[in-house]
């Protein structure tokens, strides 16, 4: 197929993108907006697994390491739980709407991950701050920022090689 012809339906993306042929830049070239809101989406999974994991992980008085595992675990099952409902009322059946979200979410969620849970276990005291200390949101929260801006680029150069969040945007509507 030439590039322009369309089969079934073409949906013109804010930013010039086109439902099944990702964005129409140079070779290699997502856009920066692209990236970001594909960051954003697994950024929202994550932060709900993530601040879920450690509230319960807290609450009961779980040591560091269960309580990160929670977090972590919780992250990766809320972040493909947000594209697995799109992609279910995309009319996707739940296998294949499965294999799409594993593609499109596992790189950016273990990124986010890993910048997330370090920036949280190598600031002093973190670890050790519990619910009603300032200092356990707002290290959450600049951990959760650090991942967004860290992730960013990861997510941009995936899309722009038809890789991680490019393989949803066949689905959106």
């Given amino acids: 197929m030439r590039h322009g012809e369309h ?97 499109a979410d596992t790189l950016s969620i273990a990124v986010m991950e890993l910048i997330d849970n370090g920036v949280i276990a190598l600031w002093p005291g973190a670890m050790d701050a519990h619910l009603s200390d300032p200092l356990f949101w707002t290290v959450l929260a600049l951990a959760l920022a650090a991942a967004f801006v860290i992730t960013t680029p990861v997510n941009k150069w995936m899309i722009g090689r038809g890789k991680g969040h490019a393989v949803v945007h066949p689905y959106h509507h």
């Avoid at 993530?50 to 008085?61: Q, Y």
């Avoid at 990160?68 to 739980?81: D, R, S």
């Fill in 7 to 103: 089969t079934g339906h073409a949906e013109q993306h804010d930013d010039g993108e086109h439902a099944g042929h990702g964005p129409h830049r140079s070779p290699g070239g997502a856009s920066w907006s692209t990236a970001a809101r594909a960051t954003l989406h697994c950024l929202t999974g994550c932060a709900v697994g993530e601040v879920l994991g450690m509230v319960i992980g807290t609450a009961l008085g779980w040591g560091n390491v269960p309580t990160t595992i929670l977090a972590v675990v919780l992250a990766f099952f809320f972040g493909y739980a947000l594209t697995l409902r799109g992609l279910l009322a995309a009319g996707l059946g739940f296998r294949a709407a499965l294999k799409v979200a594993l593609a």
